[in-house]
């Protein structure tokens, strides 16, 4: 029986979300900040202290190591474990401080340093799930860091177990923790070869037992305006604004669909990230979403269109729409290799969980992973209320999350 202690994964997460790791999507270094590698160096040192002796952090600050096969089978796929290091730019990620909540009651929690900040049943129903057990917040000034720190707990004890239990039978086992995930940058220097696995496995996800193998597709837009500029005291019936046609086009998007804040399940959207210029040139931002290709152009020539038609209003200016791929839908590739995500659904069953198949409104590293040669489907780690000063986690959501990455080594070894 595979049993890992709720405490000491707690133990690791705390220790980890104190390691700030914030990634900045305006830089243009790799990392985007220098900080991620302090808790990459950190999780490199605890990994050869567990006697795992092939290990590196490299220039970029991935980790990369490797558990030997221990398995009299010479046909086992080498399978990989992934989370990243980084926390978003949602919410500061400085000086987080974790409360362990021992034996949570069920009540209403107001963090400590912000008591405006109240976690309760009402506002994330998941934690009635957890009375009686325990789960982790930060204070109120700053997010956890749950994610993906939650997800870098359960490999590093999964691996812990595996070392300290070696008749435990497996093959190859690489472990993968990347930077920049959550700026759109998880896998842009990540060395395939170096890595060496067939498959693998993002920990990256939500509630116990959740597995996930679809996720959108995603693209970026951009909408560049050009106005034609004069001398405002001279202006009359020659100046065209961009800024304004800029603001015309935001007013004739949708009011009541084809946004995140009126979509969900498997309905895609558009969503205006930013707008920067001057009255001569102004530039749109947009991110564009859904699960099916087809889908994904259809937002793009309504959007195309409708700014269209609002710069037909403008006579004088102009505008260029440009696209640029992002991340796309994981199933496409994980459905050509249906055992990657049986296995996992097999594993989740064994750690003693209901599988809650789901699809992602989001991405994660393994949507690219899968499209550079490693099928990737993602696995819970019980992170709640990610990006945000409420963000928590439960202690025994991580612990059956290592369960079952101990499950998927058996499994992989026991069916090849």
């Known amino acids: 029986m595979i049993e890992i202690s709720s405490n000491s994964v707690a133990e690791r997460l705390m220790r980890y979300v104190q390691i700030d790791t914030q990634s900045d999507p305006l830089g243009n270094n790799f990392p985007t900040t220098e900080k991620q590698k302090d808790l990459s160096k950190l999780l490199l040192n605890e990994l050869i202290g567990m006697g795992i002796t092939n290990a590196e952090m490299d220039a970029f600050g991935y980790v990369y190591a490797t558990i030997p096969s221990n398995s009299q089978k010479h046909a086992i796929p080498t399978i ?37 900040q109240v976690l309760s049943i009402k506002n994330s129903p998941y934690l009635e799930k957890h009375i009686g057990h325990s789960i982790i917040t930060a204070s109120g000034l700053t997010l956890l860091g749950a994610d993906d720190k939650s997800g870098v707990a359960a490999i590093m004890e ?22 920049d995930e959550e700026v759109g940058k998880g896998t842009a220097q990540v060395d395939m070869k170096k890595l060496g696995a067939d498959f693998g496995y993002t920990l990256d996800g939500g509630e116990a037992g959740s597995l996930e193998d679809e996720t959108f597709s995603a693209d970026s837009a951009t909408i560049t305006i050009e106005g034609v500029i004069v001398h405002p005291g001279y202006a009359k019936g020659k100046l065209i604004n961009s800024l304004k046609v800029a603001g015309a086009i935001m007013d004739a998007l949708p009011k009541n669909e084809w946004s995140p804040e009126t979509t969900d399940v498997k309905e895609g959207f558009v969503h205006p990230v930013a707008m920067n210029g001057i009255s001569e040139k102004t530039t749109l931002q947009f991110i564009v979403r859904d699960f099916s290709l087809s889908g994904l152009q259809a937002h793009h020539q309504r959007l195309k269109s409708l700014a269209e038609e609002v710069i037909k209003e403008f006579p004088g200016a102009t505008m260029v729409y440009e696209a640029q791929e992002q991340y796309r839908n994981m199933k496409e590739v994980l459905d050509k290799y249906p055992q990657v ?17 789901e699809s992602i409104r989001g991405g994660t590293d393994g949507s690219r992973f899968s499209y550079i040669g490693m099928p990737c489907p993602n696995i819970f780690t019980g992170m709640q209320n990610i990006h945000s000063k409420l963000e928590w ?16 080594c058996m499994i992989w070894e026991e069916k090849n």
């Open 80 to 116: 990989c474990f992934c989370s990243h290091i980084d926390t978003a730019p949602d919410c500061s990620g400085t000086d987080v401080k974790p409360i362990h909540h021992q034996n949570y009651d069920g009540k209403d929690i107001a963090l400590p340093d912000d008591k405006d």
């Open 158 to 179: 999964a691996a812990f177990y595996l070392m300290q239990h070696p008749t435990i039978p497996h093959g190859d086992i690489k472990i993968l923790f990347t930077p």
């Open 341 to 357: 995500t049986a296995f996992a659904a097999e594993a989740i069953q064994r750690s003693g969980l209901v599988v809650k198949k």
């Open 393 to 408: 986690v439960g202690t025994k959501d991580m612990a059956k999350a290592a369960e079952t990455i101990i499950h998927l």
